[in-house]
C-alpha cells in the first residue's frame, strides 16, 4: 500500500526539501506551480507503507 503527503514549499527551499523527505523514503510525484499571494511549489510525494 502507498501513502501519500502533499507539501507547499518556497521555490528557493524545494531542493532541499525534496533531499530531505528522499532521505526519508519518498519519491517526487508531481511539482505544481503555485502562485496566490506569494510564489510556492505543491510537491506531492508517496512511498511504501
Known amino acids: ?3 501519500y503527503k502533499m507539501v507547499k514549499v518556497r ?3 524545494a ?7 528522499a532521505r526519508q523514503g519518498w519519491t ?4 505544481t506551480y ?8 505543491l ?3 508517496e512511498r511504501e507503507r
Open 34 to 41: 503555485w502562485s496566490y499571494w506569494w510564489v510556492s511549489l
Open 15 to 21: 531542493e532541499a526539501t525534496m533531499n530531505e523527505m
Open 11 to 13: 521555490e528557493k527551499d
Open 43 to 45: 510537491i506531492t510525494f
Open 1 to 3: 500500500m502507498k501513502e
Open 28 to 31: 517526487v510525484v508531481t511539482v
